[in-house]
C-alpha cells in the first residue's frame, strides 16, 4: 500500500473517530479511550508525512528557525 493510500485511509479513521468522540460529548460519556486513538492517528499522519518529503527539506528544516 503506498503512503499516500495510507494517509488517505488514516483520514478517513480520524474523521470517523472525532465523530464518534463529538457525540459522546453531546452524550456526556468519556471518550478518554478515543482521544488517545486520535492522538496515535494524528502522530502516525505527521510520521508519514514527514517520511514522504524530499530528503533536501529533511535535512535543512531546521534553517528557517534559525532566522527570525
Not at 22 to 29: M, V, Y
Amino acid at each position: 500500500m503506498s503512503k499516500q493510500n495510507v494517509e488517505k485511509m488514516l483520514k478517513s479513521e480520524l474523521e470517523s473517530l472525532n465523530t464518534r468522540i463529538d457525540q459522546k460529548i453531546i452524550k456526556g460519556l468519556s471518550y478518554a479511550r478515543d482521544a488517545k486513538q486520535h492522538k496515535y492517528l494524528l502522530a502516525r499522519i505527521a510520521q508519514i508525512r514527514k517520511a514522504s518529503r524530499p530528503a533536501f527539506f529533511q535535512k535543512f528544516s531546521f534553517v528557517p528557525t534559525l532566522f527570525f
